[in-house]
């Protein structure tokens, strides 16, 4: 009876998302078969044509070119940002003396810094790797940080009162109260890695999923080739956003103080 009920709860969240989906793709279909075009694909030709590259092996290179960086850059992204937030979070001095230069930082979009990147690490891997570093770290400060503000202050009050150390309190209490806020900072930061490497691979790289998409466009306009690119991209970025909303449901990180 249970194993009925959960496989009936998955299929009424799934079902509705995948009828969407194929209506979409059917009016999609509609749309170029009634204007005649001969520029834009249809849905069959979209396949064909990823079919076409997954098969002499350009797919699989350039799949794993974007993740490569997108995985060095968020990486490092997260061994920055996690620590930085906690201590900006605890440290009021800290928070003082650096919330003004991040929050300066933060609303500058990480296209603007692809000329910098250029001028500093040339035309190849490290300059995605230092956009997605750019783009992804900030929301992760900023999570984190407000996550250790937003802790109960009694629950402080009461480890202190029991003669809890200041390090034990940050790491019994503090921590694990903040890692529901650190996931959903690293959520926020690799959607915006993951958009962000396509946008850089068009401009300063020949490889990956962004410079498949732009080689496309110039190569003799296959559009199929550029819908297909498209199609992947948001696919491997819902297959990231499920991978980060896995972890929001492990025992550790549901845990919290409040309610």
């Given at each position: 009876?249970?194993?009925?009920?959960?496989?009936?709860s998955?299929?009424?969240?799934?079902?509705?998302?995948?009828?969407?989906?194929?209506?979409?793709?059917?009016?999609?279909?509609?749309?170029?078969?009634?204007?005649?075009?001969?520029?834009?694909?249809?849905?069959?030709?979209?396949?064909?044509?990823?079919?076409?590259?997954?098969?002499?092996?350009?797919?699989?290179?350039?799949?794993?070119?974007?993740?490569?960086?997108?995985?060095?850059?968020?990486?490092?992204?997260?061994?920055v940002?996690?620590?930085?937030?906690?201590?900006?979070?605890?440290?009021?001095?800290?928070?003082?003396?650096?919330?003004?230069?991040?929050?300066?930082?933060?609303?500058?979009?990480?296209?603007?810094?692809?000329?910098?990147?250029?001028?500093?690490?040339?035309?190849?891997?490290?300059s995605?790797?230092?956009?997605?570093?750019?783009?992804?770290?900030?929301?992760?400060?900023?999570?984190?940080?407000?996550?250790?503000?937003?802790?109960?202050?009694?629950?402080?009050?009461?480890?202190?009162?029991?003669?809890?150390?200041?390090?034990?309190?940050?790491?019994?209490?503090?921590?694990?109260?903040?890692?529901?806020?650190?996931?959903?900072?690293?959520?926020?930061?690799?959607?915006?890695?993951?958009?962000?490497?396509?946008?850089?691979?068009?401009?300063?790289l020949?490889?990956?999923?962004?410079?498949?998409?732009?080689?496309?466009?110039?190569?003799?306009?296959?559009?199929?080739?550029?819908?297909g690119?498209?199609?992947?991209?948001?696919?491997?970025?819902?297959?990231?956003?499920?991978?980060?909303?896995?972890?929001?449901?492990?025992?550790?990180v549901?845990?919290?103080?409040?309610?």
């Amino acid at each position: 009876m249970t194993t009925r009920r959960a496989t009936g709860s998955i299929l009424r969240q799934v079902v509705p998302a995948v009828i969407v989906i194929l209506t979409l793709v059917a009016v999609w279909w509609l749309l170029v078969v009634v204007t005649n075009s001969v520029i834009f694909p249809t849905p069959w030709q979209v396949v064909t044509g990823t079919v076409e590259l997954a098969e002499d092996g350009t797919l699989w290179s350039d799949i794993a070119a974007s993740l490569m960086r997108v995985g060095v850059g968020f990486g490092l992204a997260v061994a920055v940002a996690v620590p930085l937030g906690l201590w900006m979070g605890w440290v009021k001095g800290a928070f003082t003396t650096f919330n003004p230069i991040f929050q300066m930082l933060r609303p500058i979009s990480p296209i603007a810094w692809i000329p910098i990147a250029i001028l500093w690490f040339g035309v190849g891997d490290a300059s995605p790797i230092f956009l997605i570093f750019m783009a992804s770290v900030f929301p992760m400060v900023v999570q984190t940080t407000a996550g250790v503000h937003t802790i109960e202050r009694r629950y402080l009050r009461a480890a202190a009162n029991f003669g809890v150390s200041r390090a034990t309190l940050f790491r019994r209490v503090v921590i694990p109260a903040v890692l529901p806020q650190i996931i959903v900072g690293m959520r926020i930061g690799l959607g915006v890695a993951w958009l962000v490497v396509v946008a850089a691979e068009m401009i300063a790289l020949r490889s990956g999923l962004g410079y498949l998409i732009i080689d496309s466009r110039n190569a003799g306009n296959r559009y199929d080739l550029v819908i297909g690119g498209m199609v992947i991209i948001g696919l491997i970025g819902l297959a990231l956003d499920g991978a980060m909303r896995l972890l929001e449901g492990l025992r550790m990180v549901r845990w919290r103080y409040a309610r």
